[in-house]
Nanobody, 122 residues
Framework: QVQLVESGGGLVQAGGSLRLSCTAS????????MGWFRQAPGKEREFVAA????????VYADSVKGRFAISRDNVKNTVSLEMKSLKPEDTALYHC???????????????WGQGTQVTVSS
């Protein structure tokens, strides 16, 4: 079983930046595609970004493309999400996910963490 712990969330003004981090324990994730999902109150879970096991390939939701950047460090077993030009609509609970799969345009995952709250004020 993998445990994922997110950190780095907070309150930021529109246009600001945040960097989320996710630390994994329980097993190495060097063979796992990792990603970030988010969920706002009253809304469905939304895929944000994913990164291949070796970090050579990334995928982003259209809503964050050009503003967010996902990266990973397989030595430290961590995944990060750099978020810039934040908008109020980015407000959500952000979850790190392991064993991410994207099939037919739909993203799914094997495990995810408890999440870290990101709130963007206008």
């Amino acid at each position: 079983q993998v445990q994922l712990v997110e950190s780095g969330g907070g309150l930021v003004q529109a246009g600001g930046s945040l960097r989320l981090s996710c630390t994994a324990s329980g097993r190495t994730l060097s063979n796992s595609a990792m990603g970030w999902f988010r969920q706002a109150p009253g809304k469905e879970r939304e895929f944000v970004a994913a990164i291949s096991p070796n970090g050579g390939s990334t995928v982003y939701a259209d809503s964050v493309k050009g503003r967010f950047a996902i990266s990973r460090d397989n030595v430290k077993n961590t995944v990060s999400l750099e978020m810039k030009s934040l908008k109020p609509e980015d407000t959500a609970l952000y979850h790190c996910a392991a064993d991410v799969r994207i099939v037919g345009g739909r993203a799914d995952f094997g495990s995810w963490g408890q999440g870290t709250q990101v709130t963007v004020s206008s």
